[in-house]
């Protein structure tokens, strides 16, 4: 089993920067492949960025592509998410989530194990 632990989240000035971290415990990180989703209210969960477990590759979503990039430190079992240039419409419930494919998938359904979420907020 693995634990996934988020944090970093909180309320930020679109234009702002924030870095969520998720640590991992309970599994062999440095072979998951490492997802980034988000849910607002009233929407359905969506995908934001993924790496792969050697941590060469990652894919993004266009909505935050750019803006977005998704590390890890597979020695410190974490994987990180450095958003910059925030719009309220990035504000969210951001979720991450374990994939034992190890490749990177934007399909929430693919990833094994997820964290309990940490909240993001937008002020315009």
């Known amino acids: 089993q693995v634990q996934l632990v988020e944090s970093g989240g909180g309320l930020v000035q679109a234009g702002g920067s924030l870095r969520l971290s998720c640590a991992a415990s309970g599994g062999s990180f440095s072979t998951y492949a490492m997802g980034w989703f988000r849910q607002a209210p009233g929407k359905e969960r969506e995908f934001v960025g993924c790496i792969r477990r050697g941590g060469f590759s990652t894919r993004y979503a266009d909505s935050v592509k750019g803006r977005f990039t998704v590390s890890r430190d597979n020695a410190k079992n974490t994987v990180y998410l450095q958003m910059n240039s925030l719009k309220p419409e990035d504000t969210a419930i951001y979720y991450c989530?374990?994939?034992?494919?190890?490749?990177?998938?934007?399909?929430?359904?693919?990833?094994?194990?997820w964290g309990q979420g940490t909240q993001v907020t937008v002020s315009s």
């Open positions: 989530a374990a994939d034992y494919t190890g490749t990177c998938q934007t399909n929430g359904p693919t990833y094994d194990y």
